[in-house]
């Protein structure tokens, strides 16, 4: 399934359990009083974020998350049981936005927020017994839960973010940066399609990169790109092919213009050459030049790397 950054969803709390009718009947009890008891409430629908949830896709077929109803109420004055929250698990990162508003940002793992309530529970005719009638056969029924649309929108905590025009050696780096099991899990097929891997720092500190494909040769963003996703990375690691003929100068302001409405204030920026071993000669405006074949230049990337998340630190 293509890693999904955007779905709308439809929650609806459960219906509160009915109030019950009844009235005493024992053998020795000829005119037993009202004995019907309450509904229980609705359960809520509760969106917990979880580690083990990577994107949205999961919510392109599940659109639709009710929470269990109430327990109705019974003879003998028993009320219904509550019903159970339905938990929704959405990655870390979701923000949830109800009308337009954002109502939530579910950053870490745990992170919950109620979207939807259950509806209260019904009255049973026990309640309603009182001085001037003693058989009540009044019931009020459960209420339904509380409906909403949600739109969930998610941004990545990524650290660090590969940009650049296409064939600039943006997945090329992120395996020699991060390791290539990494690279090749979620999503192989797409050009399009986001990968990730984790650099550490001496401390053991894990930084997520993340290699965003999302320009096309002119430097405009292609559609369905993510490139939403530059919205937290506080370090673009902006490639340039060493080996193309036209102007460094030229393809990065490309580039960058085409990144500049997902950037945000404080973003840092490492230019680096890449094929550095194919190249004639070095390109000018490259804070590091690498190769990905003999692995000259990647440590001298990784420790500007490291620095600027470092300096940037949230
Ligand atoms: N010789 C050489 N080839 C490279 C290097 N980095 C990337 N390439 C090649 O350049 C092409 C484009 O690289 P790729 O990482 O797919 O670019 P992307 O489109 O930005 O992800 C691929 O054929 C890579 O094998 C490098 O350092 N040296
Ligand atoms: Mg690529």
């Known amino acids: ?187 192989p097929h797409s050009t399009l399609e986001p990968a990730f891997g984790p650099i550490e720092d001496p401390d053991g500190h894990l930084f997520l990169i993340i290699d965003l494909p999302g320009l096309a040769a002119d430097g405009t963003p292609r559609r369905d790109a993510h490139l939403e996703q530059l919205e937290r990375a506080r370090v673009l690691i902006h490639c340039i092919d060493a080996t193309d003929p036209e102007p460094a100068a030229d393809r990065l302001a490309r580039a960058r213009e085409g990144l500049e409405p997902f950037l945000h204030d404080g973003v840092q920026e490492i230019v680096v050459a890449t094929r550095a071993d194919e190249a004639e000669e070095p390109v000018a405006e490259a804070d590091v030049s690498v190769d990905t074949q003999t692995g000259t230049g990647l440590d001298a990337l990784r420790e500007r790397l490291l620095a600027a998340l470092l300096a940037t630190a949230r």
């Open 1 to 187: 399934m293509p890693f999904t950054d955007r779905a709308q969803i439809n929650a609806e709390g459960g219906m509160g359990g009915m109030g019950c009718m009844s009235f005493r009947r024992e053998p020795k009890i000829p005119k037993g009083g009202p004995d019907g008891g309450n509904g229980g409430r609705g359960g809520r629908v509760v969106l917990v974020a979880d580690d083990q949830v990577t994107d949205l896709s999961r919510f392109r077929h599940q659109v639709h998350h009710r929470a269990p109803n109430g327990g109705h109420g019974q003879g003998k004055a028993r009320h219904g049981h509550a019903g159970t929250d339905l938990m929704v698990a959405v990655p870390p990162g979701t923000r949830v936005i109800r009308d337009g508003h954002v109502i939530a940002e579910l950053t870490e793992p745990g992170d919950s927020v109620p979207v939807a309530r259950g509806g209260n529970g019904g009255v049973g005719n026990k309640a309603f017994k009182s001085s001037t009638n003693q058989a009540p056969r009044t019931t009020v029924p459960g209420a339904p839960g509380e409906e909403a649309w949600l739109t969930l929108e998610l941004r990545l905590a990524v650290d660090a973010a590969l940009v650049g025009l296409p064939n600039s050696g943006k997945s090329a780096l992120l395996v020699a940066l991060t390791g290539a099991a990494a690279v090749e899990a979620p999503y």
